[in-house]
């Protein structure tokens, strides 16, 4: 009875630890530094069976699902396609957040039979600042890169600036890899139950 | 009894990583700024009198200011309040018990800088009402947004705030138009009813250009009637450079208060962390009653060393008063002088 109950005990913590490993330490694959210097997120993608025209026409509804923050530039022979895309970076302690500025980026995607590439990259930093009716907006047009070495004065604020971005990268290559993958991201949907007070209980 | 313990902890563990599907709507915004300075004008006593900066040889406060933001679909609200010198006697709406306590800004309550719900009928138009931030002019009552710390005689002069409800359609990304009607200047509720027309053009003809042609006719905050038309427009030439220019007339007949202006704010960027500015503006009051013109110059340098959510803001400024309109004086005290300095440092922290 005794080696049945220290069974369940140690399944038990093994499974907690594993639940909070897996929350915990899904970690962001990290942005690299392309032959440019320019820090980017890159990937190779197979996806068995699949044929070319079938992953652009993906491509191509992802993007335009997307239109909102990310606008088509050029497509060449349906399978190269560039987008320029937008991410805010909000500031975010407990339930309060708030925008401290947004992310321009370049967005490519090759298409090949079974396969494809995309990558990210030129992200550039607008800061935002608030404006006289009490609205963050940018602060200027013009973007900063964001591999340039902020100085000891803001190196804290920059490092946040690369995490955040770095984590919306990863979402976002999510997203674009279950779309190319032809799954669609389903939110879970909390179905009403029909509540009939008048029913005896 | 260990085991009821992990099962517990197990359904709060699920419990809470699922109770996060409940908050899918955009959070509260939670956003200020506080700010404090020192100045020391050069004759020894206060000279310049535009609006804030205005303790001679002191730190002295500026204010704290508290915005909220939320947003539930296509509506949302803004509601900002400031409390401190900045935000209470210094701009008005009830200054005025300032005045008659002696100065003291704690007779004064605090002052609503933002209060108005915003409705997105479409992507392309929006109605806004309630108590607002003036579309007029360049500079602004918060010392976030505003370069430089202290501030210009268009700002002082021109109105802080509005109250009314107004329409904005944007015909695309470079091209919006306001159209309002609002109470008089800086004033939370209508004296003499909803007095004012106004509205605002936006254009945006390249990237980094946008420019604001601004109009507003009805009761000021000297008692006329007048039409105030003013240019706000800034241009980012390059990440490391920036121009911005203001340009406003108010006219409220001969016989009554008005001026021309204009300034202009060039800006370099050494870096994302240090910038420096200068603010170049020339203001002609208009003679009264057949009284001469008042023409004033100043000049302004100030730079923004940025460390985090904290700005360092040094300046200098020098004003010229040709025809003593300003009434300038020397250390003396006593003997009238045409030209007033003043040296300030300011921190800015925003959050």
Redesign the interface.
Known sequence: MAFL?LY??KT??L??LL??SA?GFAQDKPLSNDDRGKLIYYEVVTVKDAHKDSLSARAATFLKKSSKSLKLKSRESDSVFQAEGKLIVNK?AM????PSGEVLYNFYVEIRDGKYRFWLTDFNFI?Y????????VPS???G?PLE?K??K??A??WAGYLKATTSAVNVFAGRFKAAMMNKAVA??V?KAEPVNPAKKW | MKLRSLFTLATLTIASATYAQETTEAPLQISGSVDTYFKYDFAKAPNIKTSFVTDQNSVSLGMVDLALKKTTGKASFVGELSFGPRGQGQSIPNGSLASTAGGDVSASSFHIQNLYVNYAFTDKFTMTAGYMGTFIGYEVISPVANFNYSTSYLFSYGPFQNAGVKGTYAFSDKVSLMLGLFNEWNSYSASRGVSSVGGQLMVSPVKGWTAYINGLHGLDAYGNYSTIVDLTTSYQVTEKVKIGLNAADLSAGSDNFGYTGVALYPQYAFSPAVALGVRAEYMNFKGVAGGDDASVLSGTLSANIKAGGLTFIPEVRFDNDKDFSQSFLKSDGITPTKSASQFSLAAVYAF
Do not use: W
């Open positions: 109950y369940i005990m038990l913590t499974a907690i639940f909070f929350v975010t339930v309060l957040s708030r800061p600042q608030r404006d006289r009716y009490g609205n963050f200027t047009t013009v900063v340039t902020p100085g004065l803001n804290a604020e939110l879970p909390i």
